[in-house]
C-alpha cells in the first residue's frame, strides 16, 4: 500500500529565509504526489502536483518540488518565505484503486517568525 | 464558479446519536471523496464516489458509517450511534472524473464534536 512520510512535525523559519518541507512516500509504481497547505479556518488548497516528466515542478505563491525515485522523495521548496505562508502542509499520494483518493502524510506545520 | 461547500460547519452532538454531514461539489464533477481529519493527522480517506455509485468504501472503519449520493451530486455522510472517537474534522473534496491527473477540491469540512 501507498504511504507517506513527513519526518518534520513542526518547522520555523524566518521572514525572507529559504524553505523545504520533506515528503517520503513508499510505492510500488510510479507515484502521483501532490503537495497541499491547509491555512487556519482555510480548506485544502492545492500547491502543486507531480504525475510524470520533468522532475522539478512549479506550484502556486512561489512553490516548487523536486521529485527524485532514487530517494523516494518529493520535497516542497520555497526559495524566501513570507509570513502569510505560515500554515499546515501536506504531502499526499494519489491511489489508483480508490479513484486516486489522496493519501496523506501527518503534515508539516511550518511557523514564519520575523 | 462556487466551490465545494459543507454543512454544517460545526456540529455538537451526544454520544450515541445520529447525525448527518451534506457535502455540496463542485457542479459538473463525478468524483467526490470523504476524507476524516482527527486532531494533529493528515487526512484519512473514507469513501469514493463515481457518480451514484460508492466505487470504493474501504476507509469506512465500521459499519456505523454509511454515505450515499442519490443523484450523483450532493452526497450525506451518516453516522450511527456516535462515539466520542468520532470527533474530527470531516472533508469532501470533488474532482471532474476521478482521474490521476485531476485535482481534487476541499470543502471547508465539518467539525464534528462528540460529548
Known amino acids: 500500500a501507498q504511504s507517506v512520510t513527513q519526518p518534520d512535525i513542526h518547522i520555523t523559519v524566518s521572514e525572507g529565509a529559504s524553505l523545504e518541507l520533506r515528503c517520503n512516500y513508499s510505492?510500488?509504481?510510479?507515484?502521483?504526489l501532490f503537495w497541499y497547505v491547509q491555512s487556519p479556518g482555510q480548506g485544502l488548497q492545492l500547491l502543486l502536483k507531480?504525475?510524470?516528466?520533468?522532475?522539478l515542478v512549479q506550484g502556486i505563491k512561489g512553490f516548487e518540488a523536486e521529485f527524485k525515485r532514487s530517494q523516494s522523495s518529493f520535497n516542497l521548496r520555497k526559495p524566501s518565505v513570507h509570513w502569510s505562508d505560515a500554515a499546515e502542509y501536506f504531502c499526499?499520494?494519489?491511489?489508483?484503486?480508490?479513484?486516486?483518493?489522496?493519501?496523506f502524510g501527518k503534515g508539516t506545520s511550518l511557523l514564519v517568525t520575523p | 464558479g462556487a466551490g465545494v461547500s459543507q454543512t454544517p460547519s460545526n456540529k455538537v452532538t451526544e454520544k450515541g446519536k445520529y447525525v448527518e454531514l451534506r457535502c455540496d461539489p463542485i457542479?459538473?464533477?463525478?468524483?467526490l471523496y470523504w476524507y476524516r481529519q482527527s486532531l494533529g493527522q493528515g487526512p484519512e480517506f473514507l469513501i469514493y464516489?463515481?457518480?451514484?455509485?460508492?466505487?470504493?468504501d474501504s476507509g469506512l472503519p465500521n459499519d456505523r458509517f454509511f454515505a450515499v449520493r442519490p443523484e450523483g451530486s450532493v452526497s450525506t455522510l451518516k453516522i450511527q450511534r456516535t462515539e466520542r472517537g468520532d470527533s474530527a474534522v470531516y472533508l469532501c473534496?470533488?474532482?471532474?472524473?476521478?482521474?490521476?491527473?485531476?485535482?481534487?477540491?476541499f470543502g471547508p469540512g465539518t467539525r464534528l464534536l462528540v460529548l
Open positions: 473534496a470533488s474532482s471532474l472524473m476521478g482521474g490521476p491527473q485531476e485535482t481534487q477540491y
Open positions: 510505492y510500488g509504481a510510479t507515484p502521483y
Open positions: 507531480y504525475f510524470s516528466g520533468d522532475t
Open positions: 499526499a499520494v494519489g491511489s489508483p484503486n480508490s479513484g486516486y483518493a489522496l493519501n
Open positions: 457542479s459538473g464533477h463525478t468524483a
Open positions: 464516489f463515481q457518480g451514484t455509485g460508492a466505487a470504493d
